[in-house]
């Protein structure tokens, strides 16, 4: 299935769960790694649609494609916004209490968690984020 295009809004996430419960692999995932798949690519898209274009969405695309293979899913995010290694993003503590406990970075934290592998890359303005899924 060719990757879907999303423009720089977060309406975009509905169209991106469409596709995803209509991709021609989903009757192969499990319930378990489809909810996993679809959690980590909302956090992601919803992300890059939040904070990687601080100037506007005017000429804003984020790319996602997925294929399923026998052993595992990969999952790949394009877009053109600024550049951001959610890798070397730093890890949020664990919350202890109410009153201590920071906003954001926990997203991130779900994906790192749930994603078998993360890769992460820059080339000319895009930004890559490969997340390869074991099937159980």
Wanted: hydrophobic fraction near 45%; proline fraction near 6%.
């Amino acid at each position: 299935m060719a990757p879907i295009r999303l423009e720089v809004d977060l309406a975009e996430i509905t169209r991106l769960n469409l596709w995803l419960d209509d991709h021609p692999d989903r009757p192969t995932l499990s319930q378990a790694n489809f909810d996993d798949i679809k959690l980590c690519l909302n956090e992601i898209v919803a992300n890059a649609i939040s904070y990687g274009f601080p100037d506007g969405a005017q000429g804003g695309k984020i790319d996602v494609n997925l294929g399923v293979q026998e052993d595992r899913a990969v999952a790949i995010v394009t877009d053109n916004g600024i550049a951001f290694d959610p890798l070397a993003a730093p890890v949020q503590p664990p919350i202890t209490d109410i009153e201590t406990a920071q906003v954001g970075g926990f997203g991130l934290m779900l994906v790192r968690k749930t994603a078998s592998q993360l890769s992460y890359k820059r080339e000319g303005n895009q930004n890559q984020l490969t997340m390869i899924f074991e099937i159980a």
